[in-house]
């Protein structure tokens, strides 16, 4: 099929099903299990959780004035022929980097066009299509009209959703709250062909920039790089923290990897200073020059928008992560009787901190890097200076990319290794593989 043809394919039948408008049915039964209960007393809160739920999939916050106008990036992903700069992203490049395709959002032509491989994977003009379509997880084009964009916006979904693969890799449906491991943030940004503003920011060159995300990786991204301007652990080692899951959270006190705060905290903190959205944060403790001296520089703390895209929906977005349960792994995955018996070693030697059914301590969550056997960087980076207790469940979902906030153990043995020399717990080797078909249960 001709590009153009495709074009007019996605753009005609993708755009109705799942634009970023208020829709009262979004939350089907499958994704809330109150939702299929129907009760009258229901409905308001069915309403807000689909409004939270498109939130957290399809709002920009107004953060396109940054990806686009002040980034560029729509340029770089349009190219030359659309009136950008340079070769263009294809779909193909655009998987490369870890994107992925919402296929519910893709018109049953263009289904059947990508089935029968006429759809030209090497022509950016499809993933101009794609974005303004909004089926590509957490990054929307805006059309120019003219077969290019005019700017492009970026959602929570971008880095805490993935898909399920059904239809091909990097395709299919939407996993909301999955931590989007094969991602490369550092990657994408880098594509801009202006990094001026974020060198400004961090007072250093360019070239400097675009070293440091070419350093992160798939599946990773640094939050704190511009608060405290710190790109390398002192080991030379990236910085940056592994995605970690948004699903789960539900009774659990202090969020991510360091305890910065709660939920909705958070959600402003990221709206706010990292996606770039329109809106009002603060947070005194970022005056602090001494620890976060890009924050401290730029008046991160004391952010006023108006108008503000952002507070309005912290409520619903908070209620709508609130509701998103952690994934069960599929029961072929460990050996159940081994299980079992891990859960009583874990109830002897790890159940102190992460304390079931949330897998965290109720209270204040926190411990120095010393308690669990690791160094204090990343924990000396935030205002707290601790780890978080991180709640255990849908470990399955993270197994890519690496444990602990800097991915630093490749798998679940080399955890439970590590827990075993630095707290001297003396398992044996079945107690360790129970222990490890335990936490693979979770
Ligand atoms: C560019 C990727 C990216 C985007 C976009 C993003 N996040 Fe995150 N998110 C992260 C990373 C990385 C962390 C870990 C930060 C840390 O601990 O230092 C995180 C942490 C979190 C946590 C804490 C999870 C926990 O274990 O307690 C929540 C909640 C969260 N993000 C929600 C959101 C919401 C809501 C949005 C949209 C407003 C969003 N994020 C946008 C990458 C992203
Ligand atoms: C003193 C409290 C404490 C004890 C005891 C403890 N943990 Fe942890 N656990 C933590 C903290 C804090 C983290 C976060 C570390 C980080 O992100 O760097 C963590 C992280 C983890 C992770 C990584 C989760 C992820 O998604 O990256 C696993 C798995 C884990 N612990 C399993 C265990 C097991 C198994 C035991 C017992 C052998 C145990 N923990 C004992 C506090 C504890």
Redesign the pocket.
């Known amino acids: 099929m001709h590009a153009l043809a495709v074009l007019a394919v996605l753009v005609a039948g993708a755009g109705c099903r799942n634009t970023p408008s208020f829709d009262r049915s979004a939350v089907a039964s499958d994704e809330h299990p109150t939702a299929t209960r129907h009760r009258a007393d229901d409905a308001p809160r069915r309403v807000r959780l689909a409004e939270g739920r498109r939130v957290f999939r399809f709002d920009t916050f107004g953060d396109e004035d940054f990806w686009g106008g002040t980034l560029r990036l729509h340029q770089a992903i349009e190219g030359s022929a659309h009136g950008g700069v340079g070769p263009g992203v294809s779909p193909k490049t655009a998987l490369g980097v870890g994107l992925k395709v919402d296929v519910d959002a893709l018109a049953q032509a263009t289904v059947d066009a990508l089935k029968a491989g006429k759809v030209d994977l090497d022509d950016p003009a499809v993933t101009v299509a794609l974005l303004t379509s909004n089926a590509v997880v957490g990054v929307t084009g805006f059309s120019d009209g003219k077969g290019g964009l005019r700017t492009l916006g970026i959602q929570c979904a971008l880095c805490h959703s993935t898909v399920d693969d059904s239809f091909a890799p990097g395709v299919g449906h939407r996993l909301d709250g999955w931590p989007n491991r094969d991602l490369n943030v550092g990657a994408i940004v880098g594509l801009s062909p202006d990094l001026s503003a974020v060198a400004k920011l961090l007072g250093v060159d360019e070239k400097t920039v675009r070293a440091v995300l070419a350093s992160w990786g798939p599946g990773r991204f640094d939050a704190l790089l511009f608060l405290d301007g710190k790109a390398f652990r002192p080991d030379g080692k990236s910085a940056a923290t592994v995605i970690p899951a948004a699903f789960g959270l539900a009774g659990v006190n202090l969020h991510t ?1 360091a305890g910065w705060g709660s939920i909705p905290y958070w959600n402003a903190f990221v709206a706010v200073l990292e996606m770039h959205g329109k809106g009002n944060f603060y947070d005194p403790r970022l005056d602090d020059a001494s620890k976060f001296p890009v924050a401290a520089r730029a008046g991160f703390g004391h952010v006023k928008a108006d108008p503000d895209f952002v507070t309005s929906k912290l409520a619903t977005l908070h209620e709508y992560q609130l509701s998103l349960e952690a994934p069960r792994p599929p029961e072929d995955t460990f050996d159940q009787e081994s299980a079992k018996r891990g859960q009583q070693v ?1 109830s002897g ?2 159940a ?3 304390v079931a059914p949330l897998y965290t301590e109720p209270g204040w969550n926190m ?1 120095s890097g010393a ?2 056997g ?1 160094d204090d960087f990343q924990a000396s980076r935030s205002p707290d200076g601790r ?4 709640p ?1 469940r849908g ?1 399955f979902t ?1 197994a890519k990319g690496g ?3 800097d991915g630093r153990f490749a798998t ?1 043995n080399a ?2 290794d590590h ?1 075993d020399s630095a ?1 001297r ?1 003396g398992l044996s080797a079945p107690e360790k593989s129970d ?1 490890l078909e335990f ?1 693979k249960s979770l």
């Not at 780890?387 to 991180?390: F, G, K, L, S």
């Open positions: 990897y874990f030697k790890c102190q901190c992460h411990h308690e669990i690791i780890y978080r207790t991180t255990l470990l993270r444990f602990y906030h679940l955890v439970v827990y707290l717990l222990l936490l």
